[in-house]
């Protein structure tokens, strides 16, 4: 059978969750069961809660115990996975099949990483891949004569998952290389980043996979024209200027002798692993870029071999679709309890929010239940002294996703153990709350003398019974961010898969586009008071439109 | 009447908002009308209806009408103020009564920002002020002789505000002096930020009330030496480490000498305008600390004068409570255009989260309703190329808060015009939506020529009627600046007084604490191996913590 006919048939005979017998018992078991699970009764009763729910993947430990679940709603989402023929359909991702049926393309992040001679698309791969790391590699030997400053300038995947990866990856990158991310068409952001640069000691990195990406060409035209104010006549723009791109016409036009291209079958939300990686290339270096495609490769091969049972993409994700379709829970919050991951939120928004961000399934009728949820979060322990009361004592559940690093990768250990502890301490005080009673016990130093003691503790309780998931990392290196990241790309896909939508177009993004180039010549009318500038808009946009153009 | 008195009368009798009249009114009108408003349909039946929302405060326009609410809903929703009287709350609160109840103290970040004479603890207000001031004037005049970089040491209210306002003030900073913020007590933090600096031209501001929040005496212990260990024996630290703290006597015994102090009145989230803002009045100078707390005034006099019907920081409040409360939106998306506000989003996650993630009322009773939803956001155009597929085409509807700037710092024109014909058009995008029958008629590039038409329409459709309002500033300024932020601290008060909870405390963040106090010798032991500490935990803390410490 072709890739086509694969997917098709994969997708046209696999039922969508909500018409599975599975589906039927998990609401069952959530009325009966799910929703009065007391997780502290659970594990008092359970001697093997932990270990049952202790799973490992490449690079990492997950700890699902802490959730609102047990061993009869593992087994229900199971029987839902396979009703759903999650197997199937993951080995049609897998093998190029075209799951991004709207657009009638492959989905293959999986390729880019595989090694030589594996999967499909290898030699173009490994082709481009040699090409860019030997690029890389050159600017890293031009570190201080003549590169001080590497800008990168794209949007959405071409920064989101670049910038985390470097920002993630800092002890590992070049000593004589800052790295910088221009994305937005806000003036603000090129000025802000130019104002400290050279021209002559700065390199730009242009992505955008059309060359023509608005926000994209503006920034990349205004850093054109601050390189030739700032050069003598006759500069070598093209020392300065490379391309992440399909269209080599375009990008020789502007000026751009170099370039590195990609595929129709990377999306941009997972493209950080083909040449829109560059950035991480010349920070980390050829070496480190190749171990962090092989650890995403081990995920992949875990994820595509490991039983549903123990494979922890499968697991995340069956636990999110519990979660937002029985518990109602309509967001998650990730906590990465190492400050280098503070970009992971941003980036896993766009991954999970712009791929499962949908209300219509794979033949396009409309879902009767909620798909993706808001993600959403800041490092940790900063989010302690922010809304983690609202975590605790909030009236909504958000399940939280700690990430945990087992060794930092500098010297104050003593930090570093305070750090662990904290990461700890916020499931365990989620889950184990505190009653009124044990809070009119404590003394509490800020307390008002005039309160009432028995107002004050209720004040003072925390419902508890609150669910987070933890994952450990041994360290933050090239090799397990990638496992994490593939860990994350994998998920998504599971539960996408389950609610029966194409997680791999984002045709809700076309809309704001369309009307911007409608609005954008209107507000050169309106500045000169022309009679047609508003007209057919509604009063709202009327208004603003006038009001900002005056 | 003594300020007590007027508080504890003004809280007794005022009912919960649930208690009201007109939350049973406004339950009936959700049901015959809010429920079903198309936002399209109110706008051609009501050529007023922009006019009729568009409110000015301070610095500032907020554009209303683009949200699920008609004149009827905001009659409602003002009966409702006035029945929970939010009048005398907001008097009793500006005035200085004790309305942190369960700590007895006044909440007067108002007084912080009031003008020389004016209001309550006005000399001791503008000594601490002008003091600090004076200082930073002082380092500004030594910059590049001794200072280069400032590191600020805080965490929470220490941290955000500062960060976020220095961020947002860059294009007025001194080009001189560098701002740093460290907060998290994962060394990976401090490490990255000290790494490129030199001792002798730092200048470190450790910002704690207590000089006791472990992760800021971490940090700053972990500064210290790297002092010590860079400097000649002998150096003078005091001319490099200033504290903002209470605590005298601790920052002397860590060798510091210059300290600003502030008052239990000052909660860590509204403490931008006390010394915390001291690296701000570094930043931006003390003419700059002035203008910033002078917008800030500006709009307490708008919050405390204002009738309601056109009090924007009330009206905002009001729709929070409908939202949350009658549609049940879970969360509320920020989106500022402006790359400089890229901070401000986590700043109002502490701000809002922290104040209103609560579940009890004042009387410390269980409350049926829900109160602080989820707050979130990347700056504009960024989220267009990432979650805001979800936003257009998810099943979940998130109101989104749009900022949007007039006038640039910068001379990109053009790209300041195309930020703002962004901003606008996804308002517009979300409000109006696409048929699947407009979307049949249009051309799709990148659509596959094998999928059915009418089924890509309706992959390309949107439901739209999705909520929106518009903030519009005319700069981003100190003075602007000062006056947002205070626009949210009031809306915040507004929503937590119709819901009948205390705002300003915050007793949730204690049991984290107390458990990482617990949990922090165990991991010494569970690495020497010692019997004794796993005992007594639960087995999944247990697991973890022999997994990290082995």
Redesign the interface.
């Known amino acids: 059978m072709s890739m086509?006919g694969l997917v098709s048939s994969a997708s046209a005979s696999a039922p969508r969750c909500d018409h599975t017998q599975a589906w039927a018992a998990l609401h069952g078991h959530h009325q009966a069961h799910g929703r009065s699970l007391d997780l502290?009764e659970a594990?008092a009763r359970d001697?093997?809660?932990?270990?049952r729910f202790?799973l490992q993947a490449p690079e990492l430990?997950a700890?699902l115990?802490?959730n609102h679940w047990d061993v009869a709603t593992q087994r229900f989402l199971l029987d839902l996975a396979r009703e759903c023929q999650l197997e199937a359909r993951r080995d049609a991702l897998l093998a190029g099949a075209?799951v991004n049926?709207?657009?009638?393309?492959a989905v293959l992040h999986t390729a880019l990483r595989a090694p030589r001679g594996l999967g499909p698309f290898s030699a173009e791969v490994h082709a481009v891949l040699d090409e860019m790391l030997a690029f890389a590699e050159k600017v890293r030997a031009q570190a201080g004569q003549p590169y001080t400053d590497i800008v990168n300038i794209g949007?959405?995947?071409s920064?989101?998952g670049p910038a985390m990866a470097v920002t993630a990856l800092?002890?590992f990158a070049h000593p004589g290389l800052r790295s910088h991310f221009v994305?937005?068409?806000?003036?603000?952001?090129?000025?802000?980043t130019l104002r400290h640069l050279k021209p002559s000691s700065t390199l730009f990195i242009i992505a955008s996979k059309t060359f023509t990406t608005?926000?994209t060409m503006?920034?990349a035209m205004?850093a054109r024209a601050w390189f030739d104010a700032g050069m003598p006549a006759g500069a070598d723009r093209s020392r300065h200027f490379v391309g992440v791109t399909t269209n080599l016409k375009a990008a020789a036009d502007f000026g751009i002798l170099t370039t590195f291209g990609f595929w129709d079958w990377v999306g941009?939300?997972y493209s950080l692993w083909s040449a829109i990686g560059l950035p991480i290339a010349v920070a980390i270096g050829a070496e480190g870029f190749r171990a962090l495609l092989a650890g995403a490769h081990a995920m992949d091969q875990h994820f595509a071999q490991t039983p549903l049972e123990a494979n922890l993409p499968v697991q995340l994700g069956l636990l999110d679709v519990w979660y937002r379709n029985f518990h109602g829970y309509?967001?998650r919050?990730v906590a990465p309890?190492?400050?280098?991951l503070k970009r992971l939120p941003?980036y896993l928004?766009?991954l999970e929010?712009?791929s499962?961000?949908?209300?219509?399934d794979l033949?396009?009728?409309?879902?009767p239940?909620?798909?993706?949820?808001?993600?959403?979060g800041?490092?940790?322990?900063?989010g302690?002294?922010?809304?983690?009361?609202?975590?605790?004592?909030?009236?909504?559940v958000?399940p939280v996703e700690f990430i945990?690093v087992?060794r930092?990768?500098?010297?104050?250990a003593?930090?570093?153990?305070?750090?662990?502890?904290?990461c700890?301490?916020?499931?365990?005080?989620l889950?184990?709350?505190?009653t009124a009673e044990q809070a009119a016990g404590e003394h509490?130093p800020?307390?008002?003398?005039?309160?009432d003691r028995?107002?004050?503790?209720?004040?003072?309780s925390?419902?508890g019974n609150r669910p987070s998931t933890?994952l450990?990392m041994e360290a933050l290196t090239p090799r397990s961010l990638g496992a994490l990241i593939a860990l994350y790309e994998h998920r998504v896909f599971v539960s996408g898969a389950l609610w029966g939508i194409?997680s791999y177009?984002?045709?809700?993004?076309?809309?704001?586009?369309a009307?911007?180039a409608?609005?954008?010549p209107?507000?050169?009318m309106a500045a000169q008071q022309s009679p047609g500038a508003l007209e057919g808009?509604?009063?709202?946009?009327?208004?603003?439109?006038q009001?900002?153009s005056a």
């Open positions: 086509a502290r594990f001697p093997q809660r932990f270990a202790w430990h700890d115990s802490k075209p049926h709207t657009e009638g393309r949007i959405g995947g920064d989101l800092e002890p994305s937005n068409v806000d003036g603000h952001d090129l000025t802000a608005q926000e503006a920034n205004a941009g939300r309509s967001s919050s309890y190492h400050q280098g941003a928004q766009q929010m712009e499962n961000g949908k209300s219509v033949q396009g009728e409309a879902l239940f909620g798909t993706s949820p808001v993600v959403w800041e490092p940790g322990t900063n302690q002294h922010a809304y983690f009361q609202m975590l605790h004592q909030g009236t909504d958000v945990a087992k930092p990768l500098h010297g104050l003593d930090q570093h153990q305070k750090l662990l502890a904290n700890l301490a916020q499931s365990q005080a889950m184990l709350g505190k509490a800020t307390a008002s003398p005039q309160i028995a107002q004050l503790a209720r004040h003072r925390f419902p933890t450990v194409n177009d984002q045709w809700g993004v076309e809309l704001g586009k009307l911007c409608e609005l954008l209107r507000f050169a808009l509604d009063t709202s946009t009327a208004g603003l439109l009001h900002l």
